[in-house]
């Protein structure tokens, strides 16, 4: 019961930590553009110089 003391200030902390991250990513513009990484990666353009 004792180990409740150390394992509920941790859990709020790092519930606070993922928090701040998220709202952190909302704010800088990580969710813009969803679609956009999807094109991205069906794209087939080669990116070797050409010889």
Do not use: C, H, T, V
Not at 13 to 41: C, I, M, N, T, V
Request: no cysteine; aromatic share 12%; glycine share 8%.
């Amino acid at each position: 019961m004792n180990m409740l003391i150390f394992l509920i200030p941790i859990a709020l902390l790092l519930g606070a930590l993922g928090l701040f991250a998220f709202l952190w990513s909302l704010k800088s513009g990580q969710y813009e553009d969803l679609e956009g990484a999807a094109w991205r990666a069906l794209e087939d353009d080669d990116d070797r110089p050409a010889a």
